[in-house]
């Protein structure tokens, strides 16, 4: 039974997809639109057609799940052709998110109207690709060439009101979009040919009066665009629709595309995009394991890390109880939080009204009595399991049965912290990342004990407060920060050995990171875990926290820092560090960035591996997941799992092997790694 189904309605052709749950365009979907075209062409009786989906959304786009399978015919740029050269009047009627394909199915009708909330884009450039079915060349020509450049190099849809006023869509209709599709086609009767000889057209003349358009556009986005194959091509083939009649501009198009969808940055980026879903599923548990309702939360602890979980509440409209131990800290830490959201709200991102709506869901306290009746509580805390136990061992006796006790813990055993209850069911560990309020990464810590429906109500809540959630098991740093750990030895020992910081830091910067590990732990604070004993001096980082350099916040930590905070390489670091060699008796010699790449990320691979050997986290790629929304890891490098397999784990293996010496006692190299290395397998897929 083909997805497409055709019906009259008085001389209107409805052309209706069924193809849940996207309507994507795939081979079945792209048969029957072209059998329908031919149908309204081949009737008299039709004088109009209009194409709408059933379902949540006009077409999202190109299926996915096609890719790198071999081509099916007819493929997306014959249909959207087909459907434009239909001799009646087509119009698509639009609901949802009309995405990649979905738009460029769109914009080869002739007219195009919406409800008011949907969405119009062409995020292919987030999978690594750009439009491939005509629309670098058709978007410019109907919207406009600077709003078809920001649509296409950013994948950011716009919303149907913006649409309407650029043209995109000719009508914006309220209530059965069905009855007014047809109404529009009843009225148009006549077909609108694009204009496709570029200098006849108006909406490009407006770009070519502006020739820097381009450059300009490139220079205002080049951070975000940095190591990215993608946005260059979509900038490329909007210039080509700007410079060259539709025919030609086409073929400039199919050959970008061809070659991003035949390199490694796409391959990650649709690799990612299902990654990401993924993580979401949890094995073992069914689908009919219901989430418990959060109406009230508590945050205890009102520091940095209290105040950003708590905005993630308060911004999706569910209460906070904050509490602290002293009212200063308690002031301190609602104030944080409403300079937060003023700083947003003076970027433009919320509305005044929005902050007060927030700042009213929120209650400060300063007694743990107040959390009695809240349906999760989270700990934030001070990072020492002493102090966790008994905060826990407080609300076991505090709170309402049935709630949910969570510890923000980066580390810490979730295990040792449940068994400090009389509930371990309802214990678990939700682990934000810094910024709270901003890093999209939630790990979502599940001890032995930790029931099915809390973990089940953990994702579910994580979706609300627009969090990416990866389900860990309980070791020390769980997955992201356990990785962390070998990353920094090495980096530590290596300057040691003869690299400085910038040079570390530089090779990571070149390979992707937004940051390198001495700048991170500058900007983290290089005190993070330090042990506070000024006179306990064991390494260079003790000795750097010991002379008050704990990072950014002091205008000194393993850089210098002006009164911009601009870095600057520091001669008090190098002389720490020789000290340190001195002391250790190590010779100094030049390394090699290859063996920077091997000493630090090569061992995180190595970690993951074991992370994934010991079941701590459900699939390499979560893996993948909480390094790119954790720690920044290059998207357009699918992971650290997914490089691995691009580097090839037999590479892997034998510089981990070169390095062995070097990389410690401790180091345990991975059987899973070496196993499927030596099986030609991979580790990500
Ligand atoms: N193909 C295949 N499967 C898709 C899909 C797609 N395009 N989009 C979503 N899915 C699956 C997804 O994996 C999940 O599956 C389920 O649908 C629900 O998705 C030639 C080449 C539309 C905004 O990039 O942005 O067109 O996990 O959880 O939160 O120029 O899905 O249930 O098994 O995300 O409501 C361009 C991608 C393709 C849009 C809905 N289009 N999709 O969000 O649901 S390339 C896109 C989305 C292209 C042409 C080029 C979102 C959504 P499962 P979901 P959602």
């Not at 599709?181 to 009843?186: D, H, L, N, P, R």
């Not at 969570?406 to 069911?425: C, K």
């Amino acid at each position: 039974m083909s997805p497409i189904t055709t019906r009259r309605h008085g001389d209107v052709l409805i052309v209706t997809s069924n193809n849940p749950p996207v309507n994507a365009l795939g081979i079945a979907v792209r048969e029957g639109l072209v059998k329908a075209i031919e149908e309204a062409d081949g009737d008299d009786a039709v004088k109009a057609v209009v194409i709408r989906c059933d379902g949540n959304t006009f077409f999202a786009g190109a299926d996915i799940t096609e890719f790198g399978k071999p081509m099916q015919m007819p493929m997306l740029p014959q249909v959207v052709d087909r459907i434009e050269a239909c001799t009646k009047p087509v119009v698509a009627a639009i609901h949802g998110t009309a995405l990649g394909g979905g738009l460029e199915v769109a914009l080869s009708c002739h007219y195009r109207v919406a409800v008011p909330d949907a969405k119009l884009g062409v995020p292919e450039v987030k999978l690594g690709l750009l439009p491939g079915a005509g629309g670098t060349q058709r978007l410019p020509r109907v919207a406009g060439v600077e709003t078809a450049l920001e649509m296409a190099a950013t994948g950011n849809p716009i919303g149907a009101k913006r649409a309407a006023e650029i043209g995109l869509v000719d009508r914006i209709v309220e209530g059965d979009l069905e009855q007014h599709a047809v109404a529009f086609a009843e009225e148009v009767r006549e077909i609108r040919p694009l204009p496709k000889a570029s200098e006849r057209d108006d909406k490009l003349a407006a770009a070519r009066a502006n020739p820097g358009l381009f450059d300009d556009f490139r220079k205002a986005n080049a951070r975000k665009m940095k190591g990215f194959d993608a946005p260059e091509a979509n900038i490329k083939a909007i210039e080509a629709a700007l410079s060259k009649p539709y025919a030609e501009g086409v073929q400039d198009e199919r050959r970008l595309f061809m070659e991003l969808m035949s390199g490694t940055q796409a391959r990650a980026q649709q690799y990612f995009f299902f990654a990401e879903r993924k993580a979401s599923k949890i094995e073992g548990v069914g689908e009919d394991v219901r989430p418990r309702d959060i109406r009230k939360v508590g945050v205890i602890g009102a520091g940095t890390m209290g105040g950003g979980i708590s905005m993630n509440f308060l911004s999706a409209g569910i209460p906070v109880t904050i509490v602290e131990t002293a009212q200063d800290a308690l002031d301190r830490g609602t104030a944080l939080i409403r300079k937060n959201y003023e700083a947003t709200a003076a970027k433009g991102r919320m509305t005044a009204d929005q902050v007060e709506k927030a700042m009213g869901l929120l209650t400060p306290s300063l007694s743990l009595d107040d959390l009695a009746d809240c349906d999760l509580v989270i700990e934030a805390v001070f990072e020492n399991m002493e102090v966790k136990k008994e905060v826990f061992g407080k609300l076991d006796g505090i709170v309402k049965q049935g709630a949910i006790l969570a510890s923000n813990t980066s580390y810490l055993n979730v295990d040792e912290i449940a068994a400090s209850t009389g509930r371990p069911q309802d214990v678990v560990g939700l682990h934000f990342f810094s910024p709270a309020n901003v890093m999209k990464l939630l790990e979502v810590v599940r001890g032995a004990k930790t029931a099915d429906d809390v973990l089940v109500t953990a994702m579910a809540l994580a979706k609300r407060i627009r969090k990416v959630a990866v389900v860990a098991g309980v070791c020390y740093g769980f997955i992201g920060n356990r990785m962390l750990i070998p990353r920094q030895t090495q980096a530590m020992n290596l300057l040691l050995e003869g690299a400085t910081p910038e040079q570390i830091d530089r090779v990571h910067v070149e390979f992707g990171m937004p940051m390198g590990p001495f700048q991170m732990a500058d900007l983290a604070g290089v005190d993070i875990g330090w042990h506070r004993d000024p006179n306990r001096i064991e390494n260079i980082r003790d000795k750097l926290c010991a002379m008050d350099r704990w990072g950014q916040k002091k205008g000194a930590g393993f850089y210098d820092y002006d009164d911009k905070r601009r870095p600057s390489p520091s001669p008090v670091v190098a002389d720490v560090i020789e000290e340190f060699r001195a002391k250790a008796g190590v010779e100094k010699r030049d390394i090699s960035d290859q063996e920077i790449i091997e000493r630090t990320l090569y061992t995180m691979v190595n970690e993951g591996a074991l992370i994934l050997e010991g079941g701590f986290a459900q699939r390499a790629s979560d893996i993948d997941v909480v390094w790119v929304y954790g720690y920044g890891w290059p998207v357009y490098r699918g992971g650290p799992m997914f490089w691995a397999d691009t580097e090839g784990l037999p590479k892997i293996v034998e510089g981990l092997k070169r390095q062995q010496d070097r990389l410690g006692a401790d180091f345990k190299l991975s059987d899973l790694l070496v196993k499927k290395a030596e099986a030609g397998e991979k580790l990500s897929r």
